[in-house]
């Protein structure tokens, strides 16, 4: 028992000097392995947001697994940044000098600030950010905003209980130009309050309890019958002042518009006419072509627009970050990357 007890003494003795031996030598000898290796990532986001967003990325690179070396220091030795995070209104404008970056990670959900960059070269992918933060934060500020018309909240001001007979949901067409990532999700969440739904995209789509409607024809229809209209469009040169005078002709008098698209896809002025003459009887607007919406805009003081300050989603860090992971693991990974941006497309 004594010898037997011994033996193991003297064997884990010897082994243990050895581990520490080596441990100590790698110690002295070697960079620790986590900086040999790293993926060398930029945060170029909104300053402020670096500590939050810190927290978040390196929980989510531990959870997928990746070894990276994270800074928010653009001007630190840009050649070695495999993966650039990138906010269009953040510090960064010049990917020049990003000379080996694997791609460009945009952590908003349109892209349009940022596809007609001049130094950010074709050849590295672009990804836009879908996280479900951003998503069920729009479908929050649809939802809230077509109820409100279909509610007509806005004009209860007074006790006319006998004039007020709300049709129900299976009662209103909603349409939704911009069947999308966005799109589509408020589309499912407004299906499932028994609203109808009319979607419209650039291509052609199957959903289930949507009718789909893509091109110029299927446009005519949605326009013509929706109740409430949604734009949930990317600003192209192919969606600019797709809301003027002549498709406004088109919808049903006294149609809402809700828009947390872009700001380009509607003629400003002509929708400010058509508020004034009836075709249009609410707005809810959340982009514009100028932002902030100049100060003396017609938008501010009409009665029958809600202005928000381009708030309807936004990306949350938590989230985002995982799916930024995400991509970099794929990226490593030679798999295809999530949410790449179509630059010839544009969005
Ligand atoms: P997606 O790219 O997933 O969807 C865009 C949709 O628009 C697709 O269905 C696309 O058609 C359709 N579309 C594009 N061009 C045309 C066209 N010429 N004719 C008809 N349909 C067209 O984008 P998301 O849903 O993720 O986001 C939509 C937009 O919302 C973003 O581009 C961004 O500008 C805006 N946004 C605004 C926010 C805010 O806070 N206000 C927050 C986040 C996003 P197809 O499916 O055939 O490609
Ligand atoms: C946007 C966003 O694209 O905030 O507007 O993500």
Redesign the pocket.
């Known amino acids: 028992m004594l010898r037997h007890g011994k033996r193991i003494d003297s064997f884990f003795l010897s082994h243990l000097l050895y581990f520490s031996g080596l441990l100590q030598l790698g110690h002295s000898l070697a960079p620790p392995v986590a900086k040999r290796n790293a993926i060398n990532v930029i945060y170029a986001g909104y300053p402020d947001r670096y500590p939050e967003y810190q927290a978040y990325l390196e929980e989510a690179f531990q959870e997928f697994r990746l070894d990276v070396s994270l800074s928010d220091n653009i001007h630190e030795n840009p050649s070695e940044v495999d993966y650039i995070i990138y906010n269009p209104k953040g510090p960064l404008q010049d990917f020049s000098t990003y000379t080996n970056a694997k791609a460009v990670f945009n952590l908003?959900?349109?892209?349009?600030a940022v596809t007609n960059n001049p130094t950010l070269s074709g050849s590295i992918p672009l990804t836009?950010m879908?996280d479900p933060g951003?998503r069920e934060g729009?479908v929050e500020y649809v939802v809230g905003h077509v109820m409100r018309y279909h509610l007509s909240m806005d004009q209860l001001k007074e006790w006319a209980q006998g004039s007020i007979l709300t049709p129900l949901a299976r009662q209103r067409i909603v349409g939704i130009?911009?069947?999308?990532?966005?799109?589509?999700s408020c589309a499912d969440a407004l299906s499932s309050l028994n609203f109808r739904i009319y979607g419209?995209?650039?291509?052609k789509?199957e959903r289930e309890g949507i009718h789909c409607f893509?091109g110029a024809s299927g446009l005519d229809t949605v326009l013509s019958e929706s109740d409430i209209l949604v734009l949930?469009?990317?600003?192209?040169p192919?969606?600019q002042n797709l809301i003027n005078r002549h498709s406004l002709s088109k919808c049903k008098t006294s149609v809402c518009l809700i828009n947390?698209?872009?700001g380009s896809s509607i003629d400003e002025d002509d929708l400010l006419v058509a508020l004034d003459d009836g075709t249009v009887s609410g707005a809810t607007l959340?982009?514009f072509k100028t932002e902030p919406l100049p100060s003396d805009h017609g938008f501010w003081r009409h009665p029958r627009v809600l202005v928000t300050p381009?708030?309807?989603?936004?990306s949350r860090a938590a989230s985002a970050s995982r799916v930024v992971a995400e991509n970099i693991q794929r990226a490593e990974n030679n798999q295809p990357l999530l949410y790449v941006v179509d630059r010839d497309n544009g969005?």
């Open positions: 908003q959900a349109g892209a349009d836009r879908v951003l729009m130009l911009g069947l999308g990532e966005l799109g589509g419209w995209s650039r291509s789509k893509h949930l469009l990317p600003n192209t192919e969606t947390a698209g872009r959340d982009v381009h708030i309807a989603a936004k969005y």
